[in-house]
């Protein structure tokens, strides 16, 4: 079954504008961490942002939010002040622990589009 | 500057060659990981080294091996490649195993195989 579900596989968005990234995730363990990474062009995967299962508020980083949604299992990413630098694959992911096996698992990516 | 090294970031092998590839980290993290990238899909973890201990994800082709002779150090050997192992791999480090560690990826080595 798919952990980690990215619906978008592209988006566009004007340059300045917000856009919201969406992923839903799927474990039934209590313990896990949800993560965003950008993939440029060039192929290296850069962390953005960190939400873990019990934080109480959103994890913000910058222009980077996470938009937790524990009950609906969803961890929706939002770019604000869009520049054509995040022009860029973004990947969630999530790890968790479950009877001492370590997960980790990627979703299959959004393509985003800064248009300027 | 670079924490996660990977080299080299491309490399061309044969049919059936042993190809090996590298990956050096000078973040003293205890764990190292390797993942396969095709075109247009998620990175899959191969394995992942706890300090000495090889942790092999179930679905690993017994094609692939590696080798971390120390904590820097971690290699990926690849025995008799396919053309379906053509494919971008992405070294990872991260502190520890657990829910909240950040993996710091390299900038990946892109197979070719002929």
């Known amino acids: 079954a798919q952990k980690i579900t990215q619906t978008q596989p592209g988006m566009f968005v004007q340059e300045k504008e917000a856009v919201t990234l969406d992923c839903t995730y799927d474990t039934s363990d209590p313990s896990y961490g949800l993560f965003w990474y950008k993939q440029p062009s060039s192929g290296e995967m850069i962390f953005l942002i960190y939400?873990?299962?019990?934080?109480?508020q959103n994890a913000t980083e910058g222009r980077y939010s996470l938009n937790f949604q524990k009950a609906r299992k969803s961890a929706n990413l939002v770019i604000s002040a869009s520049q054509l630098g995040d022009s860029a694959m973004y990947f969630c992911?999530?790890?968790?622990?479950?009877?001492?096996?370590?997960?980790?698992?990627f979703g299959t990516g959004t393509r985003l589009k800064v248009l300027a | 500057d670079a924490m996660v090294i990977q080299n080299p970031r491309y490399q061309v092998t044969q049919f059936g060659k042993p190809v090996t590839l590298s990956c050096s980290q000078t973040?003293?993290?205890?764990?190292m990981y390797w993942y396969q990238q095709k075109s247009s899909q998620a990175p899959k973890l191969l394995f992942h080294y706890y300090d000495k201990d090889f942790n092999n994800e179930a679905d690993t082709p017994d094609n692939f091996q590696s080798r971390r002779p120390n904590t820097s150090f971690c290699f990926l050997d690849i025995r008799s490649p396919g053309l379906g192992d053509a494919a971008m791999y992405l070294c990872?480090?991260?502190?520890?195993?657990?829910?909240?560690?950040?993996?710091?990826f390299g900038p990946g080595t892109r197979l070719l195989v002929l």
């Open positions: 992911a999530m790890r968790e622990v479950t009877s001492g096996t370590y997960k980790y698992i």
């Open positions: 939400q873990g299962s019990y934080d109480q």
């Open positions: 973040l003293n993290h205890n764990v």
């Open positions: 990872a480090t991260s502190r520890e195993r657990g829910t909240k560690e950040t993996q710091y």
